[in-house]
């Protein structure tokens, strides 16, 4: 045997495993990142977040006239006032009304529409999910006059009716999208099993696929309601009586112009966030869910 096949015929060495290398500051994870790089920017961020909540909260409880940086002694006098003599009941009563009036239908012809834009096809389907889209980019204030005269002709000026119609077209565009997107991934072949089971498209669409819209309908009626609690422009314009104005009219009431009530202002503002914070306190986790969910498919 020639050196040459003696070579060819001998084992290939064995090679020892490099070692592994060790993680550098660049490719790094966060997992292994010391902890005061994520504590110290969160704790930043947290306080200049709390501080505004804190500073309304300090001015509603404390007593009228003073300068103390800590609510005491605590007093209730300025939600009494804004309650009772700046008929805060009764702007809160309003919201309430035109809010799950709005979310109800907002969420309804949401549903209906955004059924009819994942599950069938049509030739003008491109050319209306563009118009939907690009409604979204038209302020509301070029809608007033157009909606103050078509609703001075149906003699619904100064009736929650005409607030609850101009916020619920406002917000369709974009509930029908989302609402769209979250029937586009539910799979069509859970309907089709219903068909051959024996039921009709309806019955098909309220067994098989509304339970499994439950997360995404949270998201677009939550998004309806805050929307509508919080809008200030479609309530100063269309309503005049005292008698039905809502709660971001009533805190414009309490601003005067020589002087500002900050008591009663921040009694007000505290009226106004909490029901909003209590509803996201129960529903964040189907909040979360539904609009992860929407996000998935355009």
């Known amino acids: 045997m020639s050196v040459k096949e003696a070579t060819k015929a001998a084992p290939a060495p064995v090679r020892?495993?490099?070692?592994?290398?060790?993680?550098?500051?660049?490719?790094r994870s966060w997992d292994e990142a010391p902890r005061w790089q994520i504590y110290l920017p969160l704790s930043i961020y947290l306080v200049f977040?709390?501080?505004p909540f804190?500073?309304?909260l300090l001015f509603s409880l404390r007593p009228a006239g003073s300068t103390s940086l800590v609510p005491w002694p605590i007093t209730f006098?300025?939600?009494?006032?804004?309650?009772?003599?700046?008929?805060?009941?009764?702007?809160?009563?309003?919201?309430?009304?035109?809010?799950?009036?709005?979310l109800l239908m907002t969420t309804l012809v949401a549903l209906a529409g955004g059924y009819a834009l994942a599950r069938f096809n049509f030739k003008i389907k491109r050319a209306f999910m563009l118009a939907l889209l690009c409604s979204q980019f038209v302020p509301g204030a070029l809608l007033l006059v157009p909606l103050f005269e078509i609703f001075a002709e149906l003699q619904m000026i100064n009736s929650l009716g005409s607030v609850i119609i101009a916020e619920t077209v406002f917000q369709l565009p974009l509930s029908m999208i989302l609402i769209s997107n979250f029937i586009?991934?539910?799979p069509y072949s859970l309907e089709e099993a219903a068909w051959v089971d024996g039921c009709n498209r309806m019955t098909a669409?309220?067994?098989?696929?509304?339970?499994?819209l439950r997360p995404g309908l949270i998201a677009v009626g939550s998004f309806a309601f805050v929307h509508s609690w919080n809008h200030f422009l479609f309530a100063l314009m269309f309503l005049n009586n005292q008698e039905?104005?809502?709660i971001p009219v009533g805190l414009n009431t309490l601003m005067g112009a020589d002087s500002v009530d900050l008591g009663a202002l921040a009694a007000g503002g505290i009226i106004a966030a909490v029901p909003v914070v209590i509803v996201f306190a129960f529903i964040q986790k189907w909040l979360i869910t539904g609009f992860s969910a929407g996000a998935v498919k355009g």
């Open 205 to 212: 669409f309220r067994i098989v696929v509304l339970p499994l």
């Open 54 to 56: 804190y500073w309304i």
């Open 16 to 27: 020892a495993a490099p070692e592994p290398r060790r993680p550098t500051k660049r490719n």
């Open 244 to 246: 039905k104005q809502t």
């Open 77 to 102: 006098d300025h939600f009494e006032k804004v309650w009772t003599e700046r008929s805060f009941g009764t702007y809160f009563q309003n919201s309430v009304l035109v809010g799950v009036v709005t």
């Open 184 to 186: 586009k991934n539910v």
């Open 49 to 51: 977040t709390l501080i």
